[in-house]
């Protein structure tokens, strides 16, 4: 492993990237300023270095030990490829005040000509490996489906994101392969803070637009049964960053899982969802569905109520919906949006580890939370907090039984 220190990355008004040449890289852990050290890896491919405006680099001086800001450039971070989880926020100071884009925001800085990044691989990318998409002849595949299905307006939204979003799971119905997405719900029962699909109007922009329709159980049928009986390790998810929460649609999901299954046993079933409608996760998981993914920012009813912000439902009708899934042999994951500092937090872990032993969880994704880090300040604690790989480390030692990873994965 080299030593070769890594530095403060940082960039001009124009965009230009520079290495300073005093100034190590530094990232933000909770209340805690880290040094970058020798167990940040080189950005890997599908990440890419992005700009933080309105915010200045903040880096570490070696020989005078201070933290120093540095006027008139513009703080850099990272955003990673599915697979890596992010352990440390980029270092900054606020100059003019504005809403960042809803992004994993990573720190960044530089060894030689290599980009660093804090973060560490979680799971593999056989199957996400970003070199496997946006492929030359995506369009023509997309041409054919749609040829195939011309009337399918769910395969309509599903050409717009795999082009436009380039959304992995849009585009893995086109190359028929793992798991692809098939959004039903145009509405939601949760106003999350980092929701990609839908936004107020006075903060940042939505990455993804929404589906705008119901689309017919025929639609979900054709589409569903095609790529489980044609796709290696065959996936269809219910629940996509382009639609609202896809239990609300439970009678169209209850038919549509039947006549699927009807037509062909291959392949599972998956919805991500809120899971805050427990009678629509019950009956579902009653009639069929395989596994369910359920997103969770935290353990603790008032957390959870401050990011999720529920509509008709409380964190404890989660905790019911997860339960029964798992009782009932369905395979049952959280999607844990996590954020250095504060998923770490020792109040969190408590909560969080209380909830697994409550519910039977088998599989905990960590997905790196796309948010603003100022919209987090006031939830991060003064309190010291491990590292993130400690703090997996920790949770794998309590769970051993516990998969830990980023993919949701096919039933055996």
């Known amino acids: 492993m080299s030593s070769e220190p890594i530095r403060l990355l940082y960039a001009d008004q124009d ?65 990673l490829p599915v697979g890596l989880t992010r352990c440390l926020l980029p270092g900054y100071e606020i100059a003019t005040p504005q809403e960042l884009p809803l992004f994993g925001y990573t720190a960044v800085g530089t060894a030689g000509d290599r980009l660093k990044v804090a973060a560490i691989q979680t799971d593999e990318d056989l199957k996400w490996n970003p070199n496997y998409y946006n492929t030359s002849d995506l369009p023509r595949l997309i041409g054919q489906k749609t040829r195939e299905y011309p009337d399918n307006r769910i395969l309509s939204q599903l050409a717009k994101c795999a082009m436009e979003y380039h959304c992995l799971t849009a585009q893995n119905i086109f190359y028929s392969r793992w798991e692809a997405g098939i959004p039903v719900s145009p509405v939601c029962n949760a106003n999350c ?64 899982i039947g006549e699927i299954r009807r037509q062909t046993t291959k392949g599972t079933i998956n919805i991500n969802s809120n899971a805050g409608y427990f009678d629509s996760i019950r009956e579902l998981v009653d009639n069929g569905l395989d596994s369910i993914r359920v997103s969770l920012f935290s353990a603790r009813p008032e957390n959870y109520q401050w990011y999720h912000q529920p509509q008709n439902y409380q964190f404890e009708a989660v905790k019911q919906s997860l339960a029964y899934a798992a009782d009932h042999g ?22 969080l580890y209380r909830l697994l032993r409550e519910t039977k969880v088998q599989q905990v ?48």
């Open 193 to 256: 803070l980092g929701c990609i699909s839908k936004q107020p109007s006075e903060c940042c922009p939505s990455p993804q637009g929404r589906i705008e329709f119901i689309p017919t159980v025929q639609e979900i049928v054709e589409l569903g049964v095609a790529h489980l009986e044609s796709a290696a390790d065959a996936i269809i998810s219910f629940g996509q960053g382009c639609e609202g929460e896809p239990s609300l649609q439970r009678e169209l999901l209850v038919k549509a």
């Open 365 to 412: 994704q960590l997905r790196n939370l796309n948010l603003d880090p100022e919209r987090l300040m006031t939830k991060i604690a003064a309190v010291e907090v491990p590292t993130i790989e400690e703090w997996i480390g920790h949770l794998k030692k309590e769970f051993p039984k516990l998969l830990i990873g980023n993919y949701t994965l096919p039933k055996r």
């Open 330 to 351: 369905a395979g049952v994951a959280l999607n844990l949006l996590l954020y250095p500092g504060f998923t770490n937090d020792p109040r969190e872990s408590e909560a």
């Open 15 to 79: 965009g230009h990237l520079y290495t300073d040449p005093e100034l190590l890289a530094v990232g933000i852990n909770g209340s805690q300023a880290e040094i970058a050290d020798q167990s940040w890896i080189d950005l890997p491919s599908g990440g890419e270095a992005l700009l933080l405006p309105g915010r200045l680099p903040l880096g570490y001086h070696e020989g005078q030990e201070t933290m120093e800001v540095v006027e008139g450039y513009t703080a850099v971070a990272a955003i």
